[in-house]
């Protein structure tokens, strides 16, 4: 998954793409609390170090996403009083890919990380249930609830601890779609489609469907679709995908049923990830307020996305794109080949059943309801 102040949603021009490439649902009760904190300065201890951090995003240049994460990174040196200052870094300018960017930071070449969380699923088995997965929770208010009430964020946080990494928080960013060079009606359009996926548990479902899957990375999915090496892409929603020139190389697009973009990804999720030893070199008062910064950042992320979305569908239909939506029928049948993959994943190691397991509880609870014990009937965690 993209300069003006004027602007924080981007005003990246998709005409030319090679040249380019060169140059609201309720987010919840917790990141709407730390909206006002987003632009006061703390009040800083003088005798305390400046901080500098590094920190790249998987994020291309000149996209609206890269846009509106360079503007939260700069303003870090007032919000802090002078004692932290965050340089910003669009994907591939450190670190040359997703494996090298987790070494980066690791390691700490890069202080910081702003990848989608559940790119580390090969890592991290766990990472597939701290994103939005194929029929689960879909709103952005139910993750914020698990995260931040039910102790899912202590969770992710231990499980990045052995990786010598701090997960810092959460950040919203949309639901993925697909375009695709020709028309999907129905899941049985996707026997045979050539498709990128990010891989994990959403590879699998759609793979139970007939389609034969890749990952790639953001900024080579325009070159596949050019090309004909896929059929179709899933990445993020019409804003960064406008952005990075979709446009001009497909003419259909996949949403779910009314009222859902995504039946797959409908809470794509991305993070703050930090070394371990960069953090620890943070007073208490700074940690409070990257985290209450990256809570606020979710807020202003996750919105402005959503109002560059509604501008970009239109640029999308005019330029020729078509949209496509699923049905209810197909949105039941997808739930009936995700389900017992949920249970494959939550069954590769501990910490996947931990987490799985809060939200497995979260969903059957009638104030939710999205999971009843039929929908389980033979399913069993380790």
């Known amino acids: 998954m993209k300069d003006d102040k004027k602007s924080t949603i981007g005003t990246a021009k998709s005409g030319n793409r090679r040249g380019f490439m060169k140059s609201v649902a309720a987010i919840g009760g917790t990141a709407l609390l730390g909206t006002a904190l987003l632009g006061a300065p703390m009040m800083a201890n003088a005798k305390e170090k400046v901080h500098k951090w590094k920190i790249q995003t998987t994020w291309d240049a000149g996209t609206t996403g890269y846009t509106l994460f360079k503007e939260w990174c700069d303003g870090f040196e007032e919000k802090s009083g002078g004692k932290l200052i965050v340089q910003a870094f669009p994907a591939k300018s450190v670190a040359a890919d997703n494996n090298a960017l987790f070494e980066a930071v690791k390691t700490g070449v890069l202080q910081g990380m702003n990848p ?6 090969g890592k991290m088995p766990a990472t597939v249930f701290l994103s939005s997965y194929p029929a689960g929770p879909d709103q952005p208010a139910q993750w914020d609830t698990m995260f931040y009430s039910l102790g899912m964020l202590e969770m992710a946080r231990e499980i990045y601890a052995k990786q010598g990494l701090v997960y810092v928080g959460p950040i919203h960013h ?6 695709s060079k020709k028309p999907i009606h129905s899941l049985k ?9 990010p891989g994990g548990m959403v590879s699998e479902v759609f793979q139970s469907f007939g389609a034969s899957t ?3 990375p953001g900024s ?3 070159p596949a679709l050019e090309k004909g090496t896929i059929d179709a892409a899933d990445y993020v929603g019409p804003a960064v995908n406008w952005d990075l020139g979709f446009g001009q190389v497909t003419n259909n697009i996949l949403f779910g049923p009314p009222g859902m973009m995504s039946i797959y990804q409908p809470v794509d999720l991305m993070d703050l990830t930090v070394n371990k030893r960069a953090w620890s070199r943070l007073s208490p008062e700074l940690k409070k307020l990257v985290e209450e910064q990256v809570k606020s950042y979710s807020l202003q992320h996750y919105t402005s996305i959503q109002a560059r979305n509604v501008e970009a569908l239109a640029k999308f239909k005019k330029a020729g794109s078509k949209v496509q939506r699923l049905s209810v029928d197909d949105l039941n049948e997808w739930r009936r080949k995700a389900i017992p993959i949920w249970y494959k994943w939550a069954n590769k190691d501990a910490d996947a059943k931990k987490v799985f397991k809060l939200q497995l509880d979260y969903m059957q609870n009638d104030i939710m309801g999205y999971v009843t014990a039929d929908d389980i009937k033979g399913l069993k965690l380790k």
Do not use: M, P
């Open 189 to 197: 359009d996707l026997k045979g489609l050539k498709l990128r996926v």
């Open 116 to 121: 989608f969380t559940l790119y580390w699923a």
């Open 214 to 216: 890749v990952s790639l």
């Open 220 to 222: 080579d999915i325009f």
């Open 174 to 179: 949309d639901a993925n779609i697909i375009h």
